[in-house]
């Protein structure tokens, strides 16, 4: 994936996981550790996930078309927001996708609900969508994903974790 002007001078490593349906693997939380923020691509499964996930660093998350029990209520089905001079949009299911990114100024699009990871580039913007994190669904991997904006650059990553054989 090429790398993208990311503005001011500022280096941050950003986590992106999705699809937790109430499961935080510690492969996942070993993953996020040292990340500067964390997104949440919805589907999340209960409050407790959001708050082991806040324990490692700041979380911003959407709800997603699982997150029905009144701990979601306050949840937004979107968030815009800034990250070391990168513009992020959050939603669960890219299909609900009411904006234009690139009209928006947005660099980076994190999305969920396919729980299947998928990294893309589409008019400038980054399409990104972490996969599931939680339970395993057929035969998709379980997996998370980072962003390193470094200065210019912003470079994307899947990362199918290592489960251990039962």
Known sequence: ????????????RV????????LLRPQATAFLRGC??????????GAQILEHLAALA?????RGNNDTQ???????????????????????????????PSAAAVQVVISGH??????????????????????????LPVSVAEIRIDGASIAPRLVTLQLSAR
């Open 114 to 139: 396919s729980h299947q990871p998928s990294l893309r580039e589409r008019a400038g913007v980054i399409y990104l969508n972490p996969g599931s994190a939680g339970p395993r669904r057929f035969r």
């Open 58 to 62: 700041p979380v911003t998350a959407v």
């Open 70 to 100: 009144a701990w979601a209520a306050s949840l937004p089905d979107t968030r815009m927001l800034e990250l070391a001079g990168v513009r992020f949009y959050v939603i669960h299911d890219l299909g609900e996708l009411r904006i234009d």
């Open 15 to 22: 986590g992106v996981i999705s699809d937790t349906h109430g």
């Open 36 to 45: 500067g923020h964390i997104l949440h691509g919805g589907d999340i499964g």
């Open 1 to 12: 994936m090429a790398r993208h002007h990311a503005g001011p001078e500022q280096t941050l």
